[in-house]
């Protein structure tokens, strides 16, 4: 099982950026899907951005044009840019993947363990 690190929340002012990382335990076979989903005081946890194999990425309209999602396959790590960042964006941020370690392999996925991000003046 593949285990992932996060890093990169803190707190930031209105307007200002964050970049999220998640680094990956050892290199994957064939990563299928990337996501981020975040999870505000006292709501569900929520999609934010999910990009998978030959699908795109995908965003919802609350961050839509503003996070941008991504993976770095050489140093096994995904990351999302946070831009434009607003007070209502404060959240537990997580990473989930989505794998497999062979062609035939059945679909593995994996959580990090979060981090938080206050967006506040």
């Known amino acids: 099982q593949v285990q992932l690190v996060e890093s990169g929340g803190g707190l930031v002012q209105p307007g200002g950026s964050l970049r999220l990382s998640c680094v990956a335990s050892?290199?994957?076979?064939?990563?299928?899907?990337i996501s981020w989903f975040r999870q505000r005081p006292g709501k569900q946890r929520e999609l934010v951005a999910t990009?998978?194999?030959?699908?795109?990425?995908h965003y919802p309209d609350s961050v839509q044009g503003r996070f941008t999602a991504g993976g770095d396959g050489a140093k096994d790590t995904v990351y999302l840019q946070m831009n434009s960042l607003k007070p209502e964006d404060t959240a537990v941020y997580y990473c989930?993947?989505?794998?497999?370690?062979?062609?035939?392999?059945?679909?593995?996925?994996?959580w990090g363990q979060g981090t938080q991000v206050t967006v506040s003046s």
């Open positions: 989930n993947l989505q794998y497999r370690d062979s062609v035939s392999g059945p679909m593995h996925h994996t």
């Open positions: 990009i998978s194999q030959g699908g795109g990425a």
């Open positions: 050892r290199s994957i076979f064939r990563l299928m899907t």
